[in-house]
């Protein structure tokens, strides 16, 4: 298992390859898709600790995505990154769940900010299950 790695799905190549090298500048391990469906089928789904996932894609789009990781009892935290500034978008996501919602273009230091926010949580998450075990 590959601690804290950080899986971006992203349709857009540019926007998928230039977040996970940012990143992988933060000290993560990351792992990049272009789909939710290659995402599902990585094999990473079980060593990724947290999500950035695009809104808008073909085929599973990431408001999908985050329904069926529910809906599979993956805790996996998300954090959604949009270049379609949706109120709509933002209030299910968040009500679903979501870790955070950043609108593209987002600052290296928002990001950065985000993940350790969703991986401490996460990780808080994983104690309490362990204690109530």
Known sequence: MTENLISVVDDDESVRRTTTLLIESFGFPAAAFESAELFLRSGHLHDTSCLVLDVQMPGMNGLQLQSHLAAAGCGIPIVFISGYESKDFRQRA??????AFLGKPFSDEQL???IRSALRFSHRDDSLGQIEE
């Open 112 to 114: 950065l900010q985000t």
């Open 94 to 99: 968040v009500q679903a769940g979501a870790a």
